[in-house]
């Protein structure tokens, strides 16, 4: 039977898993939200891109929860870092992991202030507050600014893998994940 633990080698199939399929789903949701941002309010892609960005984002939050359960049970087994681009590395991915959990929690916490409630899949999840509370208004900001760096983030974190680790340097580093 496949091993589905990690290795110090290489990320078993679970941790695969959880990243390449948060990965895709991750491309689906800044575009979402690209579009959101960049057309107008009635255009037909923004409206069809827009319609799944709560349901995804909400699935995306229970996604890392799992991955970083997983990740701390396999902390002592999974690929380790050494050095200063190591430590660099490492830090990269905790603030990545930060970010997964913060932008989609700040919105929720939005949601559960405002006057329009929150539905998962249909699944009523906060009321409607009435009246709606103005502090947690606040968060709803942070959430559009922080999805941005973490969008950042993530694109420098591709390009060090990709263009840094497989094509320059040609160390195999994406075989860990692969
Ligand atoms: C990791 C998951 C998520 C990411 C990466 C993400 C990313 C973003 C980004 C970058 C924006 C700014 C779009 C713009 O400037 O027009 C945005 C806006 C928005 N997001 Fe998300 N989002 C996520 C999860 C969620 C969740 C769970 C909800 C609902 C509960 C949600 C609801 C919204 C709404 C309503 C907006 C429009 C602006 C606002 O009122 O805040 N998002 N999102
Ligand atoms: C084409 C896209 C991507 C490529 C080629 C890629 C490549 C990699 C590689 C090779 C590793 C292993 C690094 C190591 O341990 O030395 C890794 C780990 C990681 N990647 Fe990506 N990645 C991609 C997309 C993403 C996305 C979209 C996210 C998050 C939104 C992400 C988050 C992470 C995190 C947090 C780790 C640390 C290991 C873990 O706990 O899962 N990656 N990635």
Do not use: C
């Not at 080698?9 to 491309?27: C, K, Q, T």
């Not at 960005?53 to 359960?69: K, M, T």
């Not at 929150?118 to 009246?131: D, E, T």
Request: charge should be positive; glycine fraction near 8%.
């Amino acid at each position: 039977m496949t091993k589905l633990q990690d290795t110090p080698h290489r990320y078993g199939p679970v941790s695969r898993a959880l990243h390449w399929g948060m990965a895709a789903l991750f491309a689906l949701q800044f575009l979402s939200a690209a579009l959101h941002w960049a057309l107008p309010r009635e255009n037909a892609w923004r409206e069809a891109f827009w319609f799944y960005h709560a349901d995804l984002g909400i699935a995306l939050f229970l996604l890392v929860l799992l991955r970083g359960v997983w990740g701390l049970a396999n902390i002592n087994q999974r690929p380790s870092h050494t050095g200063l681009a190591g430590k660099a590395a490492n830090a990269g991915h905790l603030a990545i992991y930060l970010l997964m959990i913060v932008v989609p929690a700040l919105r929720l916490l939005a949601s559960a202030g405002s006057n329009r409630g929150l539905s998962f899949l249909g699944l009523q999840i906060f009321p409607p507050q009435q009246p709606e509370i103005p502090w947690t208004q606040i968060a709803a900001q942070w959430h559009g600014e922080l999805g941005w760096v973490l969008a950042l983030l993530v694109l420098g974190h591709i390009a060090i893998a990709v263009g840094w680790h497989h094509l320059i340097k040609r160390d195999g580093s994406l075989q860990k994940m692969t």
